[in-house]
């Protein structure tokens, strides 16, 4: 391998087995490497390091595991990395914060912990940052990301505390939030009321404990294209607001306050008009209908 020269490998979903072998450092001029969608395994090795021109490092789906070696802190160059879905253990490296070039990084179930670096502040073309389902139980303030210009932010079931950050809703570029399924409280600050009409597309706050009193223009969000989940919260829901169900155009509202959070009857369905006149269930091959008026049929099939 040593005497070719290659700047992309993309391996991608080819059931390759085996571990990534240390001699792949020799290619000096490699730029891509992809192994995403396989079945490896095993350590990275440390020679990885060596690959001072690579600029994207994509092994996702796989089931790599051991901790990211430290010798990845020379990748300079790197512009995009994938490392999810796979059985890595130790912590999210702070080695990080040296892939100054590093414009997307995505974390999502990949075995390792927390907390987030702060060091990530520095990455100042990062705007895609996807870190979900982080092991540990450790939890850790909203990492810092002020004058950072994102696209998509993810950081679902992180161990977040803490409140909303308010430089977040004067992202101008941001199109996707979800901090899902953390530990955020507070109420929600007044410079994300307008978020979802003006700029993001998708945002998420859902399994939180966030508090106070939900956004009119979150409530009354008719837009189409922007889609908004506040379920789960302990957010301050009455008179009118009271009455929209659990789905108030495109925001999802169930359980999204102290009073709809019960475990037995979910309250915010009571006003919810099933619009079909029959509803069908086949369990075991008996198909029951139904009815609107609660009369019901039954059917046995042989």
């Not at 161990?159 to 199109?175: A, E, F, H, R």
């Not at 223009?217 to 889609?227: L, V």
Request: hydrophobic share 35%; net charge neutral.
């Amino acid at each position: 391998m040593s005497t070719l020269i290659f700047y992309d490998r993309s391996l991608g979903g080819n059931r390759i087995t085996g571990s990534i072998p240390k001699e792949i450092a020799n290619i000096s001029g490699l730029q891509v490497l992809v192994v995403e969608f396989n079945q490896m395994s095993g350590n990275l090795p440390p020679e990885l390091g060596n690959l001072s021109q690579l600029q994207r490092l994509q092994i996702s789906s796989n089931n790599f595991t051991g901790e990211l070696p430290a010798t990845l802190a020379k990748l300079t160059s790197l512009q995009i990395v994938q490392l999810s879905d796979n059985q890595f253990s130790g912590k999210i490296p702070d080695f990080i914060q040296s892939w100054t070039n590093l414009q997307q990084l995505v974390i999502q179930g990949s075995g390792v912990s927390g907390p987030i670096p702060s060091g990530l502040a520095v990455l100042g073309y990062l705007n895609d940052l996807r870190i979900s389902d982080l092991n540990g139980a450790e939890s850790s303030p909203f990492p810092r990301l002020r004058n950072m210009s994102m696209k998509n932010l993810i950081l679902r079931s992180c161990n977040i505390n803490g409140t909303l950050p308010t430089y977040l809703g004067k992202m101008t570029s941001l199109q996707t939030l979800d901090l899902s399924f953390n530990k955020l409280t507070g109420p929600i600050p007044p410079q994300y009321e307008n978020l979802i009409r003006r700029i993001v597309a998708y945002m998420y706050l859902t399994g939180n404990f966030l508090t106070g009193d939900v956004p009119k223009e979150w409530i009354n969000n008719a837009n189409k294209k922007h889609y908004l989940d506040i379920s789960y919260n302990n957010f301050s829901i009455s008179g009118s607001q009271n009455n929209q169900g659990c789905q108030a155009e495109n925001t999802n509202l169930f359980a999204s306050s102290l009073t709809r959070n019960d475990t037995g009857k979910v309250s915010c369905l009571e006003s919810t008009v099933c619009s079909k006149s029959k509803l069908f269930f086949l369990v075991n091959f008996l198909e029951i209908a139904l009815s609107s008026d609660q009369s019901w049929q039954q059917t046995y099939h042989s």
